[in-house]
């Protein structure tokens, strides 16, 4: 009997061993996958410490950067865009997800747009919304468009006569015509026809953090990394949506542009958020009625620390940087038409001081040292030009992701930013602004008639999206200064949080790819 009591006691001891054992196993594989969350963000420089030399994938220097832009291009960039022209920008917040049931609308007051008129826009009843809208190649032969010959004494009519209508059925096809050839050149869609397209005045509306957060905003980005972005073609890590810095490498150096500028985009948003956060909203005789604004140090290092992303914090900066030269390289190529822009707004005195800072800050950009240069891309013949045509499709369609943001503020700022890179690749990309020559002389080229045009929203947006990145870079500064003071603005009370970063759980090593088109076709949804 003694025996076995003494044999209970021991297989019990034994289980508990095991079972010990096993628990111990298990909070080590769970510790080990969390730990990227659990590490408090560090009180050090880390997050830019790699933020020095070399960019990558273009001849110029981080720090050549920064110099230039906080000292030239904000001060210039920001007076800029506060213009009457530049204010008001033409978007229809009201278009439906085209790739999933828009299920989450932002309640919170925050989310929404403080909406103006279309008689409120300066200049509007003097044809504000009729500048750059092209004639048609059809309406060239219509009965109203010829002019009455009859007052010539050398016309004859019977020896001269040329009909010049052209019927309805043909009127549409040319019309189907001229959309498609516009279709071939666009990277992203443009609300400024749309029946449903409102102004905006974006002073009222500033970017800041919302609150909008969760499964709804999580999907947003995890479409435009896993489903429209190229990736390498073995991708080991499938709950990370990111590519990491040393797989970048393995891709085509359009594919990596592709990426990075995506990246740089999806950066500077973050910074935005974080320098224009939810401090307090307490009410009172002396608080602001909007709320108090301010940075957010712990925010920002929660986005960027590399303790908190997977060592890839300082690297998505550096992507900031990168889209920041494709932009300005945009503008420096399509100086030339820019600078005779009219930015009518029917305010005279305005309309010639945005000329003059329009002027100035194109003198200015044109004497950077290292431009982008995108004549190294899309080179290689019916190969390439697939490879081009890709590219274009999926920044188009990431532009269509846009709509399905469910904040209405967001959506704004995202639309605007998204037009404002698509146009930049437009100018870079399409042919259009690119000098017989091979551009010799960066931002020098001749003008093309009608061929070098852009809509009056594509203006604004590439104007603002390029002022959001440079302030961006502006903010950076702002935070390196808190971190090496380690000292934060005191905050009254955090009102949102929340991540927005995935713990990848697994690693590897993906063989480097060619640089060919194929097998990368932007998909729709999630």
């Not at 994938?57 to 865009?81: E, G």
């Not at 920008?89 to 279309?118: E, G, Q, T």
């Not at 050839?181 to 443009?190: G, I, P, R, T, Y």
Request: some cysteine.
């Amino acid at each position: 009997m003694r025996t076995n009591v003494n044999s209970t006691e021991m297989a019990y001891k034994q289980y508990c061993v095991v079972f010990i054992i096993f628990a111990l196993a298990i909070v080590q594989a769970v510790g080990y996958d969390t730990e990227l969350y659990q590490a408090k963000p560090c009180d050090s420089n880390v997050c830019f410490e790699a933020l020095h030399g070399a960019l990558g994938d273009c001849s110029c220097n981080i720090d050549t950067i920064d110099y230039f832009n906080n000292v030239k291009i904000f001060p210039r960039i920001q007076s800029l865009v506060s213009k009457d022209y530049f204010r008001f920008y033409k978007v229809n917040l009201k278009k439906d997800c085209p790739f999933w049931a828009d299920d989450s609308r932002c309640a919170m007051k925050y989310c929404h747009i403080k909406k103006c008129s279309k008689e409120s826009v300066p200049g509007y009843a003097n044809g504000y919304d009729n500048d750059h809208i092209d004639e048609t190649p059809a309406m060239k032969y219509t009965k109203e468009a010829q002019s009455d010959c009859s007052s010539d004494t050398d016309h004859d009519p019977d020896l001269s006569y040329l009909n010049m209508t052209i019927s309805a059925a043909s009127q549409y096809e040319i019309a189907k015509w001229k959309a498609y050839d516009d279709a071939l050149e666009n990277f992203c869609e443009s609300d400024d026809r749309n029946a449903y397209a409102e102004y905006v005045d974006l002073s009222l509306n500033p970017e800041r953090y919302t609150g909008y957060k969760g499964s709804s905003a999580h999907r947003i980005w995890r479409s435009i990394y896993q489903e429209n972005c190229f990736r390498p073609k073995l991708n080991p890590y499938e709950s990370f949506p990111y590519v990491l810095s040393s797989d970048l490498s393995n891709m085509c150096l359009e594919k990596r542009v592709f990426y990075r500028a995506v990246s740089g985009l999806h950066t500077s948003i973050n910074i935005h958020l974080c320098s224009k956060y939810l401090l307090s909203e307490k009410a009172g005789f002396a608080a602001p009625p909007d709320g108090e604004w301010g940075p957010n140090l712990e925010e920002f290092q929660r986005r960027f620390d590399p303790s908190q992303t997977f060592g890839e914090g300082p690297n998505w900066l550096k992507n900031l940087y990168f889209v920041y030269l494709l932009e300005m390289r945009a503008l420096a190529k399509a100086g030339p038409y820019l600078e005779r822009e009219e930015y009518f707004t029917g305010n005279p005195i305005e309309d010639e001081e945005t000329r003059h800072a329009i002027r100035n800050m194109l003198g200015v950009i044109y004497t950077f040292p290292d431009h982008f240069n995108e004549s190294l891309m899309f080179n290689g013949g019916s190969q390439a030009a697939t490879l081009k045509n890709e590219f274009r499709e999926h920044f188009l369609n990431i532009s269509r992701i846009m709509d399905c943001v469910g904040c209405d503020k967001c959506k704004l700022w995202g639309k605007l930013q998204t037009q404002g890179l698509g146009t930049a690749l437009k100018i870079l990309f399409s042919g259009r602004w690119d000098s017989p020559s091979g551009d010799p002389e960066q931002g020098k080229l001749p003008l093309r008639h009608k061929s070098q045009r852009l809509q009056r929203t594509e203006i604004v947006a590439l104007f603002n999206a390029f002022a959001r990145l440079s302030n961006s870079i502006r903010e950076l500064e702002n935070f390196r200064i808190l971190l090496s003071a380690n000292k934060e603005p005191e905050p009254k009370h955090n009102i949102f949080g929340g991540k927005d970063i995935q713990n990848p759980n697994k690693m590897g090593n993906p063989k480097k790819e060619q640089c060919t088109s194929g097998g990368s076709q932007p998909r729709l949804g999630s």
